[in-house]
């Protein structure tokens, strides 16, 4: 069924029962004007958003209606998980072509609900609206942190310690694998790949047990590449820093791909994004603290990929031919 034949009240009705009903933290959702909700005492509140545009951010020639609405979620969580926070409310609305079917959206729906279950997190409200081209999906995450606990981009000091909480580069060979043809790459490497792309996961577990250890200075997640955020994390410090090539954490999927498509895993690690692990930034003497917390609570260890130096030093890169600046990377808008 074609959703102009649907028409607007059937089609939210059609949508609302697709989704998990509210939490005890949700007073009134879906169904009024606004949202009551009951908030978390002595808690910050998070707040984020993130819009994603078909063929811009997605294409569906490649991406199921389920991973559009699954990552259109997650990649907003992550923004929540790299402030220290969990992820509470979200309100969702959703540009519409006339022509899309209404299993389309249902699909959409689903991986919107399978994600919001996966993070606990109650979907409120949102909007659907008529869009003359393409699909757009426009969220807004409501999260909350313990005040002692939120992690900003900006305490990083010279002398601490960059680490991320895991490799780097598969979602950017996902992509590759989805528009090309790769003969010769594993099919488990395959699998892996595009799942990276399609169903990203948000660290949120492990960013809650980062800010709690006392020692992370600075925090951000890895949606831009890596060398985008740890500039964005070393300009709101007011500092430098210096990344070990070697130290770089290349996963597989990166490695065994990167080659077929004239590029290599280091660029991948650094500029291909939306991998959405987490960088981060640790005073020296609580390192090993942090590793011990990380690997005691399930997670895979930290790598240590780096140093924050002063910021008259610029922000590098050392490799095996010498010292070369960061520049951004990953994708821009209006670049």
Not at 81 to 97: D, F, K
Not at 123 to 135: A, C, E, F, N, R
Request: aromatic content about 6%.
């Amino acid at each position: 069924m074609k959703i102009k034949h649907l028409g607007e009240f059937g089609l939210i009705e059609r949508l609302g029962r697709i989704l998990p009903c509210p939490s005890d933290r949700v007073i009134k959702g879906i169904g009024d004007d606004t949202a009551v909700l009951r908030p978390e005492q002595e808690k910050l509140v998070l707040m984020t958003t993130d819009m994603l545009i078909e063929d811009v951010h997605f294409s569906l020639r490649y991406f199921p209606p389920r991973a559009v609405g699954w990552k259109a979620l997650a990649v907003n969580i992550s923004d929540i998980a790299a402030m220290g926070g969990l992820p509470a409310q979200a309100t969702v609305s959703v540009g519409i072509p006339a022509h899309f079917d209404i299993d389309t959206i249902e699909g959409i729906y689903e991986g919107l609900r399978e994600c919001a279950s996966q993070y606990k997190t109650d979907i409120v409200g949102g909007d659907t609206v008529k869009s003359p081209h393409g699909l757009i999906i426009n969220i807004t995450v409501l999260g909350w942190v313990e005040p002692e606990l939120v992690t900003y981009r900006s305490g990083a000091k010279p002398g601490d310690i960059i680490m991320v909480t895991g490799p780097l580069g598969s979602s950017a060979a996902g992509l590759f694998l989805l528009n090309n043809e790769a003969a010769g790459v594993s099919a488990k490497i395959a699998e892996q790949a595009v799942a990276s792309h399609l169903y990203p996961r948000a660290r949120v577990d492990e960013g809650r047990v980062l800010s709690g250890s006392g020692y992370v200075t600075a925090m951000n997640d890895i949606s831009d590449g890596l060398a985008g955020e740890i500039l964005e994390i070393c300009f709101a410090s007011g500092a430098g820093c210096e990344l070990d090539e070697a130290a770089l954490p290349i996963s597989p999927c990166a490695a065994e791909t990167a080659g077929l498509a004239g590029v290599t895993p280091l660029e991948w690690a650094l500029k291909g994004g939306e991998d959405f692990e987490l960088v981060f930034t640790v005073r020296p003497e609580g390192v090993e603290v942090v590793e011990h917390l990380m690997t005691e609570a399930g997670y895979l260890r930290p790598l240590r990929v780096g140093i924050i130096l002063p910021a008259e030093t610029g922000c590098c890169i050392m490799g095996k031919d010498g010292r070369a600046a960061i520049g951004p990377g990953g994708f821009n808008h209006f670049r």
